[in-house]
């Protein structure tokens, strides 16, 4: 074989060697496809549609996101991170949004469309470090002291969150972990007219937001 040209599997003699080759390609699931992710989010309308409405045509009920949370994620030890969130806070009991939200993930995972094991997480990003980047192309994390230290946040900090924030020391980690969470602030709850699929890492030239490739309406009109 000459030098640099691709392996290729050597055939073989053996019929059961090539019927097993046979079977496995024969088995294996077909590749997913957008078409195939809008047909199952468009499949799910009705249920999320009846969870929204409490089954009631002419209830009139919309899905409503809070922004009442902030904090971060992708925090390093040396108290920096990279994204800043505001989003719904948690809750133990599920609420309309939750419900939907779930059924949407989990029929998502059951169909194989989410491999990730990441728990599902609703948020709306206020910063990315992704496009801050130093030498060597590194991105660049902001110090979580400087953000909720400042007095920008404190005018909008909610009597709840005016918890001591503390630098930490060797050994206070995990101490400083419960300091620094979830804050809670009032961005007001804006009604959810649709469920959209977005292309990753996509941005639109316009608004900066992912690139929407299809959605569902989650209005009756």
Known sequence: MPKGSPSLPESSNNPAVEETRHSDHDMQEPAKTIEGALDLLSSLRKDIMSLITGGSATSGATLKVPLEVMGVLQSEKNQTAHVLWIG?????????????????????????FITEKRPLKLHCTILNTSHRKGGGRRRIAFSKNDIFESDAYKNIALPSSSMPLVLAEEGQEQALQKTLTDFHVDFGRWNVDEIQLCTMGSRDAITGAYVSVGSIKLTEN
């Open 88 to 112: 719904p806070k948690k809750s133990k009991e599920k609420s309309i949004l939750d419900q939907v939200a779930n059924l949407v993930n989990n029929s998502f995972r059951e169909n194989g």
